[in-house]
T-cell receptor, first 112, second 115 residues
């Protein structure tokens, strides 16, 4: 059974600081997705990572994938308040058909 | 505009009632999904469908039922057998099972409250 673990689950940081969210998964996969959820809202797709070494960047967020280590990171650079949200990673295992397995989410709060 | 719509946005259910949540997509996606999210929690898969007239149970299917009579539509019924249905329900779709990747796109959600 595929397990996906994120850490930390809660992250409070100051504006202007850098931090990294980690997503570990338990079985082989080279397809990983990051989503953002604002309070009371739905999930918005952020990044699609499809191979070992893949790196994607959008604004102050950068995501990477290391399939050998079964690890993805979401790096936040010079955080701003607008980045406050919950971030989910999700792993796609080809043998599971079209299912994704989601991590528990990381609730990020950026304080002024 | 292409997208996924869910209705209603808010739904109140009395004890013992069945209610149906609507999910429609015009993205021409083959696969559709229903998730449940409880406050402060992640997503749990209820049912999913990879093709019309076929669907599979997810991790928490008990007390729920679905149908997939049209490619665009995947309604979810919350039956009276679901003892604690108060939650946020999210519908999603993705292009095609077996595609190179399986990015799922989400609807705006339905918030169900049991009175």
């Amino acid at each position: 059974e595929l397990k996906v673990e994120q850490n930390p689950l809660f992250l409070s940081m100051q504006e202007g600081k850098n931090y990294t969210i980690y997503c570990n998964y338990s079985t082989t996969s080279d397809r990983l997705y990051w989503y953002r959820q604002d309070p009371g809202k739905s999930l918005e797709s952020l990044f699609v990572l499809l191979s070992n070494g893949a790196v994607k960047q959008e604004g102050r967020l950068m995501a990477s994938l290391d399939t050998k280590a079964r690890l993805s990171t979401l790096h936040i650079t010079a955080a701003v308040h607008d980045l406050s949200a919950t971030y989910f990673c999700a792993v796609d295992q080809e043998t599971s058909g079209s299912r994704l397995t989601f991590g528990e989410g990381t609730q990020l709060t950026v304080n002024p | 505009d292409g997208g996924i719509t869910q209705s209603p946005k808010y739904l109140f259910r009395k004890e013992g009632q069945n209610v149906t949540l609507s999910c429609e997509q015009n993205l021409n996606h083959d696969a559709m999904y229903w998730y449940r999210q409880d406050p402060g929690q992640g997503l749990r898969l209820i049912y999913y469908s990879q093709i019309v007239n076929d669907f599979q149970k997810g991790d928490i299917a008990e007390g729920y039922s679905v149908s997939r009579e049209k490619k665009e539509s995947f309604p979810l019924t919350v039956t009276s057998a679901q003892k604690n249905p108060t939650a946020f329900y999210l519908c999603a779709s993705s292009m095609k099972p077996g595609a190179r990747y399986n990015e799922q796109f989400f609807g705006p959600g339905t918030r169900l409250t049991v009175l």
